[in-house]
C-alpha cells in the first residue's frame, strides 16, 4: 500500500514569491495534517483538513493556507515567502476519528516531506 | 495550553547500551493520547508507539519499552541494546481529545546517536 506521497520534494524559491506544495494521502485517508518543522520552532501544527473542510488550524499567518480536493489530496500555499519559512514542510494523513472518544487518538502516517529554502 | 517537553537535546551510546528517552507533557484535558515517533536521516517521521490518557500499563515491544506516569506526567521511552540503526531523532507529542480531530503537539526531538 502506498505511503504519503509529498511532491516536490525540494524546492528553492526567493523572497517575495509564492509556493504550493502538493500531498496525496494514503489510500482511504481522509484526514490530512500539515506541519513545519524548523531548527529552532521544532515541528509545529499548521492545519488540518477532513473532508474538503479546515478542522483545525494552528499560529500561523493567513499567509499559510491549504485546501483539500474530493479525493482527500491536500495543497498548501505560502505567499509573500520570507527567510523565516525556510522550513521542512511534512504532511500526514490518517483516519478520520469521529467523537470526542476518539479525537486525537488516531495515528498520523507522514510523508516524507517537502524542503523549502527561501532566498 | 498543551506542551511537551524533550530535555535531552543528544544522547549518545556505543551499540548495545540502553537508551532511555524523557517526556514530560502538560495538559489540561482528562483524555489525550502519548505517542513517540522516529524521525530517521530521510526526513519521514515513523510512527513507534501510542498510549492513551487511561491506560498507564508500562509494556515491551521488541527493544522498546515506555513508562507512562501519569503523577509526574512523563512518557519515557527506552531503546533496549541500541544498534546503530536506531540512530535517528525522536520526538514525543500530544494529542487532546477536545481538539475534535488530529492536531499533535511535538516536543523538541532528542538526536539518539548509537556508535558501533
Known amino acids: 500500500k502506498a505511503g504519503v506521497t509529498q511532491t516536490p520534494r525540494y524546492l528553492i524559491k526567493t523572497r517575495g514569491q509564492q509556493v504550493t506544495l502538493s500531498c496525496s494521502p494514503i489510500?482511504?485517508?481522509?484526514?490530512v495534517s500539515w506541519y513545519q518543522q524548523t531548527p529552532g520552532q521544532g515541528l509545529q501544527f499548521l492545519f488540518e483538513?477532513?473532508?474538503?473542510?479546515?478542522?483545525n488550524k494552528g499560529n500561523f499567518p493567513g499567509r499559510f493556507s491549504g485546501r483539500q480536493f474530493s479525493n482527500s489530496r491536500s495543497e498548501m500555499n505560502v505567499s509573500t515567502l520570507e527567510l523565516g519559512d525556510s522550513a521542512l514542510y511534512l504532511c500526514?494523513?490518517?483516519?478520520?476519528?469521529?467523537?470526542?472518544?476518539?479525537?486525537?487518538?488516531?495515528?498520523?502516517?507522514f510523508g516524507a516531506g517537502s524542503r523549502l529554502t527561501v532566498l | 495550553a498543551q506542551k511537551v517537553t524533550q530535555a535531552q537535546t543528544e544522547i549518545s551510546v556505543v551499540e548495545k547500551e540502553d537508551v532511555t528517552l524523557d517526556c514530560v507533557y502538560e495538559?489540561?484535558?482528562?483524555?489525550?493520547?502519548l505517542f513517540w515517533y522516529k524521525q530517521p536521516p530521510s526526513g519521514e517521521l515513523v510512527f513507534l508507539i501510542r498510549?492513551?490518557?487511561?491506560?498507564?500499563q508500562n509494556e515491551i515491544s521488541g527493544r522498546y519499552s515506555w513508562n507512562f506516569q501519569k503523577s509526574t506526567s512523563s512518557f519515557n521511552f527506552t531503546i533496549t541494546a541500541s544498534q546503530v540503526v536506531d540512530s535517528a531523532v525522536y520526538f514525543c507529542?500530544?494529542?487532546?481529545?477536545?481538539?475534535?480531530?488530529?492536531?499533535?503537539?511535538f516536543g523538541g526531538g532528542t538526536r539518539v546517536l548509537v556508535k558501533p
Open positions: 507529542a500530544l494529542s487532546e481529545a477536545k481538539a475534535a480531530g488530529n492536531k499533535l503537539t
Open positions: 495538559t489540561r484535558d482528562t483524555t489525550y493520547y
Open positions: 483538513y477532513f473532508s474538503e473542510t479546515q478542522r
Open positions: 500526514a494523513s490518517s483516519h478520520a476519528g469521529t467523537g470526542a472518544v476518539y479525537s486525537g487518538a488516531n495515528v498520523l502516517t
Open positions: 489510500s482511504g485517508h481522509r484526514s
Open positions: 498510549r492513551n490518557s487511561f491506560d498507564e
